[in-house]
Structures are given as C-alpha cells and as structure tokens.
C-alpha cells in the first residue's frame, strides 16, 4: 500500500498522531464502502455513539466534524481526536463486539456515512485494502487507548497488593485500557476513596465505566461489568467449541473461523496462555526480532474475530458431556452450551514447588508469569528465576533489562537438554545473569510481601539466604484436564492420548470405539480432537501448537461431513 493513500491525519491527537492510526480515506476507497452503508445527515452535538453502547456503527466522516470524547471523573471530558472529512470511527471493538469506551458527538454539521457491524465485517472479509486499513488502525487505535490508559475501568489497590496485581494483568493480557490509582503513593486517592465511598479494607477496588464499584472483584465480575462477552445463545449448536485460547486454541479459531465454521473459544483467564506470559519469543517463524508471547495472543485474537469466532472471557468449563452427540459443555454459571465438535486446547500449568510459605507469597513476590508488568515491580532489584526450560531462559534475559542481577536456579547440571542453544548461550555470557546448578530453593520469608531467599545446594548441602524479594516460577507443568476425567483415555499423568497412541493407553471404559481409526489429534470420543500443551507427546512450542491447532480444524471439517 502506498505512502500517499495513508496520509497524516490533518488534526492532533491524544494518540500518537505520526501512526497510521488515523489515516484519510481517498475518495476511491469511500466510494467503495459506499454500498455497505446509509447517509446520514448530523447536526452539531448530536451523540452517534456513547461509552457501554455495544454493537455500534463505523463512521465515515464525508461532511462535518466528530469529535472524540472520553468521560473523566477529574476532567468531565478528554477530548481523544477529531476526525475530519474522510476519516472513519471505531477501534478493535468493532471486530470484537465489545462495548464501546468513548463517545462520538458531532462538531460540526455534515454527512456522515453509517456502516453496520454486520456489513463492517462483509465489506473487510471483500476488500482486501481497506481491511488492511481498517484493521491497522483499528489495532493502533486500541493499543494507544491502552498505553495512555483511556478505558472505561479504574482500579484501586497498591503495588504490593496479590489481588491487585491479578486484576491489573487481567486487563493488561485482555488488552483492555484502565487507569490505576497507587493507594500507597496518590495524594488524591483519598478524594476518589470518598466519592465512591470505599474503605481501605475494600480493596482492590474496580470502578466500572464511573458509576459501578466492584469491590474485591472476581476476574468474571470484572468480564461481565466491562462487557467483555457478548450474550450466548444456549439453543444453538455449534460447529466447534475450542477449550483454551492458547497458541493452539487461536490456532484453531482463526482457521475455523476464515472456513466458514461457527466457533466459539472459551477461555478461563486471558488468551495466551502460558505462552502470552512470555516476554520475547525469539524463535517464532517470521519474526526475527522476536515477539512477546502478548502481542502474538492479541494478533491471533483480532485475526479469529475479523473473521467471525466469537470469544468468552472469564469462564471455566466444568465438564464435557460426553454420552451422546452433539457434545455439551457445561460452564462455571451452569450454562450449557452444544456443539458437533469440540477442539481441547486447555493446556497446562506451571508445577508449584513443594516450598514452605509458597503461596501465601503468590502475587506478592512469587510469580508465574515475567510480563512488563511484574517486570516493573522489581526495578533496580535482584530477583531469582526457577526452571530450566525456555521460558525461564526468556524470562531470565528479559528481566535483565530491569533487574540489577538475575539468578537462575535450576536443580539439574545443565541447560543444554531442555533450553534452546541461543539461549543458553545468551545466559552464558551475559554479565547480569548468574547460573545456580543442582541448586532449589528451600525457605520464602516475609511479612506482607517477599524479603529473603534461601537456597540449597543439592551436591555441597550448603544453603544461603539471600535478600531477594522477587521470585519467577518457571518449573514443569501440570495438563488442565481435570474437567475430563472418565470422558477421555489419559495418561498416567493426566495428559490426553490421541490418534495412534489410543489403543494402548487409558481406561478400557475410554478406548477408541468408532467404525473408523480415529484421525490424528482425535481423542477417544470422536469429534473430540486435543491440541498444544494438554496433549500427550507435545512439542513444547509455540509453532508446534499453532500447527496443531490448524490441523485439527482440518480434520473437523472431516468429522462434520460424517454428521
């Protein structure tokens, strides 16, 4: 695409206004989206959308002026932008169907040109151009809402708070912008406390778009406040539920979805997974510089939504109803939910330690995660990172760039067997990290939060306590299957067995039954296919796991022509 059909927007902005989070449609591409919407004439302060509306319009600005507002409890408005003739509205909730976090009301009288969400989505799944345009800014636009924190949310809590921290990373890892406020370091918190009337002993506290105070929230409370997810009809019946919104779970929703299938992902915490923790994957194909495990999951999630899957956040599946088909997936809320086919995507997580103390720590000195956002907490600080395998490694050299030393504990004698040699050899050499061999960690201490360390030796017995008060947990993992058991053939240690592995493992109550031999990455219930990190004998990365979620939509499309 050309420079010049990209122009700088003519006006400043709150966003960053040399990105082409703003660019002016030419007199071509408005003509071309013409068909897909009405004219509508506007008249000065008209409102065509506010904050909490859902399922709103895209505006092309042909005549007049629109402006961008955001609702403040300090300020009453921010001004976000304005847009001119040939500029266009919305950001990534037109893709997602989220509600919206800003109002648009009109500055000077014109024409504007109303596209509908459903013919929103016809006209980018049509013309590749403007879907390139669309999409980018619309991404540009979230992302810049996001770092300047103009959302609709605003948290409450302190730094060295658990709860507090979970909250922030939940609306972090779902790309969902909010403002925070430091109890422990806001002269003005005080006066936000008064207004909503929160005492100390609420928090953390979410403040939900002005008026709703959530107090000591749940992840779902927060997802349902925010209209994160979109009503579920309960009588439809789906071509494919995916369990688990990881590398592999998105990676079935985004094929599923540009073939045409009716999908729904559904997703217990933030889509990314283990991996969406990562801080640099360095090893991904196409990206040479790397690429956080967040942004990949976020990419992934505006690529399954442009193309129609729908996604639930916040929400655990209980249990796979698996005696007849159509399966039904039984939620947390009791919902029932029915599908032809369903892809397991769950995958795992970290093994905690046996270590004294461990989780009255979680949160507030051990973490199992290395994002910016933990990253932050432990500035100009020592810190320790436990495990072995590439995301202690990648989480090791990422904390580098924060930490005054890094320490790598790891209780075998080498790292060669279970870290990629770049790695390795990056950890090697670097003058901040230091490598602990045959060395565990045996004793956490503090009061409210994490201070001291002690570590063992396991070949000299020698232990050492060290002033430490940041600990990343990077060791083993355990299948999220639990939810399966006396459903599907596991193995000996919960993982799903699959394709040709069935016939030798497992129950005998759960053995392969079909007229056919199960297809790969089927498990013992046919329609029922396990991909990425709940599956026994996966590779342990991240471009296997995407593989493994576009195969199986292949062979879904198989299992659906036997129905």
């Known amino acids: 695409m050309s420079d010049r059909s990209l122009p700088l927007p003519a006006a400043m902005s709150a966003l960053d206004p040399f990105t ?14 013409r068909p ?33 507002l955001q609702p403040h409890n300090k300020e009453g408005e921010r001004l976000i932008t ?13 893709i997602s169907g989220r509600r919206c976090l800003v109002r648009g009301r009109v500055a000077e009288a014109g024409e504007f040109l109303e596209v509908s969400p459903d013919n929103l989505r016809t006209l980018i799944a049509k013309d590749a151009e403007l879907s390139e345009v669309f999409m980018r800014a619309f991404i ?35 790309g969902h912008p909010y403002e925070f406020v430091d109890l422990d370091k806001d002269s003005q918190s005080q006066e936000l406390l008064d207004q909503f009337e929160v005492k100390i002993e609420d928090v953390p506290v979410l403040i939900c778009r002005g ?22 009809d309960e009588s439809q019946v789906r071509d494919l539920i995916v369990v688990g919104a990881g590398p592999s779970g998105l990676g079935a929703a985004v094929y599923a979805a540009s073939e045409g299938l009716n999908v729904l992902v559904i997703e217990t915490n933030a889509p990314g ?86 989780s009255r720590f979680e949160n507030v000195g051990v973490y199992y995660g ?74 956490l201490e503090g009061q409210t939060h994490l201070d001291k360390v002690q570590w063992r030796d396991k070949q000299t017995g020698q232990t050492e306590t060290m002033p430490i008060r940041h600990v990343f947990m990077m060791t083993g993992a355990v299948p999220n299957t639990a939810w399966l058991e006396g459903c599907l053939a596991l193995d000996n240690k919960g993982f799903i067995v699959t394709g040709h592995d069935l016939p030798a493992n497992g129950p005998e109550k ?36 995407v593989g493994e979620g576009s195969i199986s939509v292949h062979l879904v499309h198989r299992v659906l022509a036997e129905m």
Request: hydrophobic share 40%; net charge neutral.
């Open 20 to 33: 082409q989070a703003f660019p002016a449609l030419t007199a071509e591409q408005i003509d071309r989206a």
């Open 36 to 68: 897909y919407g009405r004219i509508s004439p506007v008249a000065v302060g008209d409102i065509v959308f506010n904050v909490g509306d859902s399922h709103i319009s895209m505006f092309i600005v042909l005549s007049g002026k629109l402006d961008i």
């Open 82 to 94: 304005t847009h001119l003739p040939s500029a266009f509205t919305g950001e990534i909730n037109m």
């Open 140 to 174: 540009l636009r979230r992302l810049a809402l996001v770092k300047q924190g103009f959302g609709d949310a605003v948290v409450l809590g302190s730094m060295h708070c658990a709860m507090t921290l979970r909250i922030r990373e939940f609306l972090s890892r779902n």
């Open 211 to 232: 008026s709703k105070v959530l107090r000591h929230p749940t992840l779902q409370e927060i997802a349902d406040c925010l209209g994160f997810n979109n009503p579920v």
């Open 273 to 358: 997974g283990q991996a969406g923790s990562s801080s640099k994957i360095e090893n991904y194909l196409g990206f040479p510089t790397g690429v956080s495990g967040q942004e990949l999951a976020t990419r992934a999630i505006n690529q399954a939504q442009k193309f129609g899957a729908e996604m639930m956040i916040a929400h655990d599946v209980v249990r796979l109803h698996c005696e007849r088909r159509p399966y039904q997936i039984e939620l947390d809320n009791g919902q029932m939910l029915t599908t032809r086919s369903v892809v397991i995507a769950s995958g795992a997580k970290y093994n905690k330690p046996s270590i004294p103390n461990l």
């Open 370 to 443: 290395a994002t910016n956002m933990e990253a932050q907490l432990c500035e100009h600080e020592e810190v320790i990172v436990v495990g072995g395998g590439n995301s202690a490694g990648q989480a090791a050299v990422y904390l580098s760039q924060y930490a005054t030393k890094v320490h790598i504990l790891v209780r075998s004698g080498q790292l060669s067997d279970t870290m990629s040699r770049y790695l390795v050899q990056r950890i090697e050499t670097h003058p901040k990290i230091n490598l602990h061999l045959h060395t565990e960690i045996v004793g």
């Open 510 to 545: 759960t053995q392969w039954s079909h007229p056919r031999p199960p297809f790969l990455l089927e498990t013992s219930l046919p329609g029922v296919f396990a991909v990425g990190d709940a599956r026994a004998g996966n590779v342990k990365r991240v471009a296997a796991a």
